[in-house]
């Protein structure tokens, strides 16, 4: 089923620690985003890119990095977790730059950081 | 700074019983207005976009609308499966393709 896949599906880290959240789509779209989910904030857009090759900073990119090295690959790392970023995280694809036909999103990764 | 506020935050209904949910939204020039659809535990699925004033869009019981500062969604005689939370965005002309959220409406259907 095309789609994206997100791993892992949850996980609780200890603060300090080191995270990578992966992300692949097999629909061979563009664009790719990662974006958090708070209660009461919504969803907020850490990084995105808009092709194989290139990145950029969302909303709230502080304490995230990414990478696109291919297509389909946009994985999210946390490089140093602390508690503020347990939250609920969605990789995302369009299949323009503009994202006018709508985004498709992953399950998620509910992420706990104590 | 782009801004988009959804109403109610919750909203009831009964089954059959159809309503509207409301976004209201500053934007420096639209691009585009989203709705997307988000069930629990799920990551959001995508319904419409309304790219100008005027412009309607529907999908089975779902019906958007948009104006110059506000978007509906209009659900006619819902069922209990359209229970979700409903979420707008909307993306500017301005600067980069990222879209801005609202915090989403939540409704739940009662048979």
């Known amino acids: 089923i095309a789609g994206i896949t997100q791993a892992p599906t949850s996980q609780i880290l200890a603060a300090g620690r080191r995270m990578t959240l992966r992300c692949t789509q097999d629909?061979?779209?563009?664009?790719m985003y990662w974006y958090r989910q708070d209660l009461g904030l919504g969803l907020r857009l850490i990084h995105y890119?808009?092709?194989?090759?290139?990145?950029g900073k969302g909303e709230v990119p502080d304490g995230y990095s990414v990478s696109r090295a291919n297509t389909d690959d946009f994985p999210l790392t946390l490089a140093s977790a602390v508690p503020s970023q347990t939250s609920v995280y969605f990789c995302?694809?369009?299949?323009?730059?503009?994202?006018?036909?709508?985004?498709?999103f992953g399950s998620g990764t509910r992420l706990t950081v104590v | 700074e782009d801004q988009v506020t959804q109403s109610p935050e919750a909203l009831r209904l009964q089954e059959g019983e159809s309503s509207s949910l409301n976004c209201s939204y500053t934007v420096s020039g639209l691009r585009g207005l989203f709705w997307y659809r988000q069930d629990p535990g799920k990551g959001p699925e995508f319904l419409f976009t309304?790219?100008?004033a005027g412009e309607e869009k529907e999908k089975e019981r779902l019906k958007a609308t948009l104006t110059k500062k506000e978007s509906f969604l209009h659900i006619t005689a819902p069922k209990p499966e359209d229970s979700a939370t409903y979420l707008c965005?909307?993306?500017?002309?301005?600067?980069?393709?990222?879209?801005?959220f609202g915090k989403g409406t939540k409704l739940s259907v009662i048979p």
């Open positions: 995302a694809s369009s299949d323009s730059g503009t994202g006018l036909n709508g985004y498709t």
């Open positions: 965005a909307v993306q500017s002309g301005a600067g980069s393709y990222q879209l801005t």
């Open positions: 309304l790219y100008s």
């Open positions: 890119s808009n092709t194989a090759g290139t990145t």
């Open positions: 629909m061979r779209h563009n664009a």
